[in-house]
Structures are given as C-alpha cells and as structure tokens.
C-alpha cells in the first residue's frame, strides 16, 4: 500500500514556513505519510486581498506579537535564536524560482532548509540572486547554472501555476497543508493535525 | 504563596474565544493558575486597523476555512458539533456589557460559557437583549435588572476602558492572553503555552 501523502505548500518569506520546514520531515517520518514539498509567492495572494505588504507589517501590533511569537516557537521546538530578517518580508522570487525548478529532484529539501536557515537562524540575506547562488554552491550545486535555468520563460510559468493552483484549491496564507481529499490546514500550529489527517486520523467524528 | 494568574481576553463573537472559553478552566486547574476572565468589544480594535467586519467575512478564503477549522477543533476538543451564527459575527455589545458589569461577580464564568454555548452549539441568537436576558434567566439570575444595570452610563464606561486597555497592551485579535509580567499570546492555540508561561515555564531559555 503507497504511503499517504501530505502537501505542505511554504514561502521563502514566511516565518511560520520556517519553523514547519524545520519540523516537517521527523514529524513526517513518526506519522508514516509522505511529504510532497510545494514552494510558491504569497504575495500575489495577499495582492489579491487588496494587501500590499505582509499583514506583520500592515497591522503594526500583530506583527511586534508575531517576531516574540516566533522566538517563543523557535525555543520550543528547540531552534536556534530566531533572526529577524531586514528588510522583512525578503524578496523570495529567485529563491522560489530556484525551489520551482527543484521540485522534483533530491535538492528541493535541503535547499529550502538552507534558505529558511539562512534567513532566519543566520541572518543572511536571501533576496539577491547572489544570496541564492551561495546557498546552493554550500550544497554543492551549480548556483549560477541552476541560477539561469530558473530564469527561463518555462519555469517562470511553472511558478505562476503554482500560485494559481493555490488559489483555487483554497489557500490564502503559508504555511498551508493539503491532503489527497482535499482537507486543508493552515499554520503551522496545524501540521500535527495534518499529518494525522492524511494518515487517516480524523479528530471525533469527522469526515 | 499567591497563585500565578493569566488574563483571559475573550469577545463573545469570536470562534476561537468559544474553544478557549470551554477549555480553560480545566486546563488552568491542571497548571495551577488562577484565570481573570476579560470580556471586551474585538470591534473597535478591527477597526481601528481598518476592517469594517470579521476578516473571516472580510477574506473568503480564510473564511471558510476557518469554519472548517473550528469544526475540526470542536470535534477534537469533544465539544458539541459547531453551529454557525447567523449572521456572523454576533453583534456581542449587549452580553458584554453585561459581562464586565460582572466581572467581579461568581456568575462571570457561567454567564460566559452559557453565552457562547447558545452561539456556537445550540444556534441561538445572542445580538438581542432579551436573547441575552433569557441566557440571565436560565442561571436563574434576573435578566431584565441586570441588562438594564449594565445600560448606565458607568458601565458603558468600564467597557470603553477595558477596548482602551487592551489596544495599550498591545491587543489584536480574540482570544488573547496576558501574564503578569506582560507577556501577550495570541489564539486559542496559545491557551496553553500561556498558561505554562503564567506558572514560570518558559519555552528553552527564554526570558
């Protein structure tokens, strides 16, 4: 029988995508279920709700609450200090562009754990194309070839689908989980309770 | 030795504020900390940043998946199946003022959680004040006295203090959770967090 499957949809930019990226794969592995790794842009979602910037920014108090939230989470789960990245949100077109034409090969995770570290434990910049390459040289990959692949028109239209594939199956923040019936989770206050859905576990009677 | 206590900011609109409201007590008993239950008006705060309504109404997307979300909380938590408020959200000004002319009283806590059991469990309306007196009645206490203590002037007051207190203290959303030495939580999912936070527990090493 294959393993069940889990959709966890994440942004280079968001903060609670870091702390899921970081807990995903042994939570995964405990839960028996398959995680396919689905990067994309909140940002044109968000657009699409009339916001220009991150709701952190937009609604000053939610967001001094979400950086002391965060650093609560990271302690919790046993993360290094938080590091707040300047400015916040960063670009994460190249990055995301990068993970898009990565989604299919052994580098997508690895990848998208160095960038999200490098953000938000080591206080790097990730919004340069510059930035990218060097994250991807640490991994032993070609940085400005890979670089330049992610630049082609294709994989730029891979990366818009990507963004419409979210919006209509419902989402509308990152982190976001989707299992194969269709159930979909946001936060990662939820990605327990994801991974338990898609194993089969509903919460009481649910269906 | 005093117990350590939590503030318990809740608004009788709000989903997440049911969840905690029914939660709470036991949880509290079991971290040994006493609960001050603050009823306030969400509205103003919404306001004040610009939303003219619930952002569940005001972005469909979150909408939805929010009444997904809290079915699937209520199921978990071995709450009733949800009922959904119509229309959503409650205006919750007239069972507010009657809870903060309560707040010093033993009926406080059951008051509340009648409150929000008749919005989100039985489906019953609680906009109108005799909604609201018929809840009073049912604890056997009188209705029509108290609804109409909590319309003079000095009360009304308390409660427009209480919306200036929670905007000073960096309040955002509903639920919301206060220590002693200032820390905020935000969320039903936070309940417990803060709750550990309140008994000296702090995640890792925290300050």
Not at 85 to 108: K, M, Y
Not at 152 to 163: M, P, Q, S
């Amino acid at each position: 029988m294959p393993r069940p499957r889990l959709e966890f949809w994440y942004e280079f930019a968001s903060t609670y995508s870091y702390l899921s990226a970081m807990r995903i794969e042994a939570l995964a592995e405990a839960a028996g279920v398959a995680v396919r790794w689905r990067p994309f842009l909140i940002g044109p979602v968000f657009a699409a709700q009339g916001w220009t910037s991150s709701p952190f920014n937009l609604f000053p108090a939610k967001g001094r609450n979400m950086w002391r939230d965060v650093e609560r989470q990271a302690a919790a789960y046993g993360l290094p200090p938080l590091t707040q990245p300047d400015p916040f949100p960063q670009n994460s077109l190249s990055a995301t562009r990068v993970a898009i034409l990565g989604a299919d090969e052994p580098w997508l995770v690895p990848f998208t754990k160095a960038v999200f570290s490098a953000s938000f434990a080591q206080g790097r910049s990730i919004a340069e194309p510059s930035a990218v390459a060097a994250i991807l040289d640490g991994l032993d990959l070609d940085g400005p070839q890979l670089l330049k692949a992610a630049s082609a028109e294709a994989n730029k239209t891979r990366l818009r689908v990507a963004g419409e594939e979210a919006r209509s199956r419902g989402l509308y923040g990152a982190p976001s989980f989707l299992t194969d019936d269709g159930e979909l989770f946001w936060g990662n206050d939820r990605l327990e309770q994801a991974l338990s859905w898609a194993a089969g576990d509903r919460p009481g009677s649910l269906r």
